[in-house]
């Protein structure tokens, strides 16, 4: 997998209109800076948004070492040493699924976001760029094992949007308990009326949130931190749909 490290939009702008537009996220920002961690978005240009959601769905619920395991032999299925196309991963027994370490849900799940790639649903990379948050989540959505947060991560880690908050994520959420000295992890309605002072630029927001949490300190960090909140330098964390 090929990885860009330079988002599709200026970065340098959205850090400074975030300094100033949240003193207190400026000054998490200014204590990063000091240690060398400024922010850096990777996105992952070798997938195809069926190939992005196909490795989601393996990755939920379960541990990054045993998803990469996983997944290597959901790729290995297909042709060249990449993942199946959608034709050759329907002609995939659901036993044999089930045999490489899907369970009955995913490999539902897999088979579904491959029919719904063939029909369309899913959308090629070059319709998904002209597409707008919003329609991607509807459009999405509607494949079984997808929910907004996978749609979400799509858009930050595949698409590179500027403009996602990803209020469910329990990394964001953590860091803003850390950053706004919450004793309590904020509701996601909350998180999401606070976070439109960030627009438009609340994936910034997010990465952001997302260091705090890693460089908190052990007393501080939550119990458990996503995959994708450990890469946010970035990985993606894979979650039940929601």
Not at 2 to 8: A, D
Not at 15 to 44: C, M, N, P, W, Y
Not at 120 to 127: F, R, S, W, Y
């Amino acid at each position: 997998m090929s990885e860009n490290t330079i988002p599709p939009f200026d970065h340098r702008a959205a850090v400074q209109h975030l300094a100033k537009a949240d003193r207190r996220l400026g000054r998490l920002i200014e204590t990063l800076s000091a240690r060398a961690v400024e922010f850096r978005l990777e996105i992952e240009e070798a997938q195809t948004p069926y190939e992005s959601l196909l490795e989601a769905i393996v990755y939920q619920s379960i541990s990054g070492k045993a998803a990469a395991k996983i997944f290597s032999r959901v790729a290995a299925l297909g042709a060249n040493g990449r993942c199946p196309a959608p034709e050759e991963l329907l002609r995939v027994r659901t036993p044999t699924l089930r045999k490489i370490g899907l369970s009955f849900a995913k490999a539902a799940a897999v088979k579904d976001l491959a029919q719904k790639t063939i029909e369309g649903v899913v959308p090629t990379l070059n319709d998904a760029q002209k597409m707008s948050d919003q329609q991607l989540v509807d459009r999405l959505i509607s494949v079984r094992g997808v929910g907004p947060w996978t749609v979400e991560m799509f858009l930050i880690f595949r698409l590179g949007r500027p403009d996602v908050l990803p209020i469910h994520d329990y990394g964001v959420q953590k860091g803003f308990a850390i950053t706004y000295r919450r004793k309590d992890i904020p509701k996601p309605r909350e998180l999401a009326a606070f976070g439109e002072r960030w627009r438009p630029y609340r994936t910034v927001a997010s990465w952001y949130m997302w260091r705090a949490v890693e460089h908190a300190g052990p007393r501080k960090a939550p119990r458990k931190i996503t995959k994708a909140a450990r890469r946010r330098t970035p990985a993606k964390k894979r979650a039940p749909k929601k």
